[in-house]
């Protein structure tokens, strides 16, 4: 089975600190992807970060960047210099390949002024 | 970027009606599309996944009756829900994979009174 765990239902960071999200995933496939969603108070999904997992290097996007560590199949999300819009439900999620995302319970981020 | 809306917005209904949503891939052609439900607070659950011009997939307890998905073309896809109760109130989210991503829809709040 195929599941995704995140183990902070909720998180709060000082705006400009940096915070970490973690996330866990289970899984005996070899080609899949990793992703972290934002879901703001408009419950868009906005696509944080991606990460192929034949890639060994880290994917970064500006302030967000990720921990894959795929021996220990973690896949951490880390926010530096934290703005008041970062404020959000943050849903890490896996692929297997080309098939339907699974998703994890979600972590409330709260940015502290 | 990819575009994919969905109407309407919300929708007030009462019991024992019927509702559809639409789910459209603005400006490419999607093959696929997704159904999800989400509770307050809880993450986004897969309700059936739909190929164009043919049947949907359903999830594992997901009422296929209750719930009629028709994905007529590459742009459009339509989740209607027949015959619904208060317990049917929810938020559903729509996605549209082009290729390899898969892009949201900004969600349908659904309230049956």
């Known amino acids: 089975a195929q599941t995704v765990t995140q183990s902070q239902p909720e998180m709060s960071v000082q705006e400009a600190e940096t915070v970490t999200l973690s996330c866990t995933y289970d899984?005996?496939?070899?080609?899949?992807?990793l992703f972290w969603y934002k879901q703001p108070p408009s419950r868009q999904m906005i696509l944080v970060i991606r990460q192929e997992a034949y890639k060994q290097q880290n994917a970064t996007e500006n302030r967000f960047s990720v921990n894959f560590q795929k021996a220990a199949k973690s896949f951490s999300l880390k926010i530096s210099d934290s703005q008041l819009g970062d404020a959000a439900m943050y849903f890490c999620a896996y692929r297997p390949g080309a098939n339907n995302l699974f998703f994890g319970t979600g972590t409330r981020l709260t940015v502290i002024p | 970027g990819a575009v994919v809306s969905q109407h309407p917005s919300w929708v007030i209904c009462k019991s024992g009606t019927s509702v559809k949503i639409e789910c459209r891939s603005l400006d490419f052609q999607a093959t696929t599309m997704f159904w999800y439900r989400q509770f307050p607070k809880q993450s986004l659950m897969l309700m059936a996944t739909?190929?164009?011009?043919?049947?949907?997939?359903?999830e594992q307890g997901v009422e296929k009756d209750k719930f009629l998905i028709n994905h007529a073309s590459l742009t459009l896809s339509t989740l209607t829900v027949t015959s619904a109760h208060p317990e049917d109130s929810s938020f559903y989210i729509c996605?549209?994979?082009?290729?390899?991503?898969?892009?949201f829809g900004p969600g349908t709040r659904l309230t049956v009174t």
């Open positions: 899984t005996s496939e070899s080609d899949y992807y």
């Open positions: 739909s190929n164009e011009g043919s049947k949907a997939t359903y």
């Open positions: 996605s549209a994979k082009e290729t390899y991503e898969q892009y």
